[in-house]
Nanobody
Framework: QLKLVESGGGLVQAGDSLRLSCQASGFTFGRYAMGWFRQAPGKEREIVASIAPSNITSYGSDSMKDRFVISRDNAKRTVYLQMNSLKIDDTAVYYC????????????????????WGRGTQVTVSS
């Protein structure tokens, strides 16, 4: 059974850093793209970053690309999201996600193709 468990969230001040982790089990982790999403109160869920099996990455916005780094450790079956220079607007529940199937190792799935979700970890950034 596929399972994703996020950790690393918390309450931080603007300008601080956090590293989120997502421990995966129940599937061939190294063959799957992985993604991080977030959802703030009253807003739709949005993609933060994704990483292909080949380590090709993509970010949801230029602001995320400038401050966040997604990475993976296949031996540990873990995907990370390093978040630097956090802003109040980064406050959200952050979710780890896996797509519906294995794709080409260089392929980054669309948001709709992510169908497996963790329970999320809360990140709160205060001023």
């Amino acid at each position: 059974q596929l399972k994703l468990v996020e950790s690393g969230g918390g309450l931080v001040q603007a300008g601080d850093s956090l590293r989120l982790s997502c421990q995966a089990s129940g599937f061939t982790f190294g063959r799957y793209a992985m993604g991080w999403f977030r959802q703030a109160p009253g807003k739709e869920r949005e993609i933060v970053a994704s990483i292909a099996p080949s380590n090709i990455t993509s970010y949801g916005s230029d602001s995320m690309k400038d401050r966040f780094v997604i990475s993976r450790d296949n031996a540990k079956r873990t995907v990370y999201l390093q978040m630097n220079s956090l802003k109040i607007d980064d406050t959200a529940v952050y979710y780890c996600a896996a797509p519906n199937m294995m794709y080409n190792i260089n392929y980054l799935p669309t948001q709709r193709q992510y169908v497996h979700w963790g329970r999320g970890t809360q990140v709160t950034v205060s001023s």
